[in-house]
């Protein structure tokens, strides 16, 4: 089992790994917001119920996968 300690650590660095590249862009389109905000939640949801690093990584995986095409949903509806 790994220490509850521990995956709080990988979740927050995760976290501050991220915003730290979005620091980098220049006013992020929705899909990189989403795909950013989809890692992070798809990362700590992988840890969480699978407790591994490929849990992790492939919940981050996922979660960038799916919020980056929420992402690109949110706008289609506003545009004429």
Do not use: W, Y
């Not at 220490?3 to 389109?29: D, E, M, N, W």
């Not at 690093?53 to 981050?60: D, I």
């Not at 960038?64 to 992402?71: M, R, T, V």
């Amino acid at each position: 089992m790994t220490h509850p300690l521990k995956k709080i650590t990988c979740a927050g660095l995760t976290a501050l790994a991220v915003f730290a590249l979005a620091g980098c862009a220049h006013h992020p389109s929705r899909s990189q917001i989403g795909t950013g905000a989809g890692a992070v939640v798809g990362g700590v949801a992988g840890s969480a119920l699978f407790g591994t690093t490929l849990g992790t990584v492939g919940g981050a995986a996922a979660g960038a996968l799916i919020g980056n095409e929420l992402g690109k949903d949110s706008g289609r509806g506003r545009r004429r």
